[in-house]
Every structure is written in C-alpha cells, then in structure tokens.
Nanobody, 119 residues
Framework: QVQLVESGGGLVQAGGSLRLSCAASGNFFSINDMSWYRQAPGKQRELVAQISSRGSTTYVDSVKGRFTISRDNAKNTVYLQMNSLKPEDTAVYIC?????????????WGLGTQVTVSS
C-alpha cells in the first residue's frame, strides 16, 4: 500500500519561511509528477506547484518568486520551500503524486499539513 506523509507545517509570522516535506512509502515502481495543493477554508483546492520526474517545475502565479518545489528521487520525497509567507497563504497543504505500482499509474494524496501565517 502506497502512502504519502507530509510534515513541516506550522504557525509562522508574515514574512517568515517554512519548508514542507512529503515522503512516499510502500511498494511501488516509480513516481511521475509530484505536486503540492492547498485548500483554505471555504475555498476550492488549488494547485500550488508541480515537479516532473525530470525536475521541470510549474507554479501558480501567486507564489512565483516565493515558493520553490524540489524533489529527492532517491528518498521518494518532494519539498516545498515557502519564503516571504503572507496571511493569504494560510491553508492545508496537501501532497499529490502519480505513482506506478503493479503496472498501473494511480494518483495518491496525503492527508495534508496545516500552514498558518499570522499578520
């Protein structure tokens, strides 16, 4: 069974930084794209950043220049470095990965980690 486990969330003042991690575990062959989504209360889930298996990245406009997504394929882990945090970044941040297992590509989600930015 494949699992994604996030860590690194917390409470930070505006202008501060946090680093999120998401590790994949279980029995699988390989991982394609890995992504970070976020969902704030009363809002739809949005894609924040995505990284391909080769390291190509995309970001939502609101975080460009402030957030950096990276991955360590040897550790099956994706990171999100968040700098210059704003109160509007407050949300549950959820990891997503496309994982090959048993000859099938499936989408997996973590449970999420809370990020709260105070003004």
């Amino acid at each position: 069974q494949v699992q994604l486990v996030e860590s690194g969330g917390g409470l930070v003042q505006a202008g501060g930084s946090l680093r999120l991690s998401c590790a994949a575990s279980g029995n699988f062959f390989s991982i394609n794209d890995m992504s970070w989504y976020r969902q704030a209360p009363g809002k739809q889930r949005e894609l924040v950043a995505q990284i391909s298996s080769r390291g190509s990245t995309t970001y939502v406009d609101s975080v460009k220049g402030r957030f950096t997504i990276s991955r360590d394929n040897a550790k099956n882990t994706v990171y999100l470095q968040m700098n210059s945090l704003k109160p509007e970044d407050t949300a549950v941040y959820i990891c997503n990965a496309q994982i090959w297992s048993g000859g099938v590509l499936r989408i997996h989600w973590g449970l999420g980690t809370q990020v709260t930015v105070s003004s």
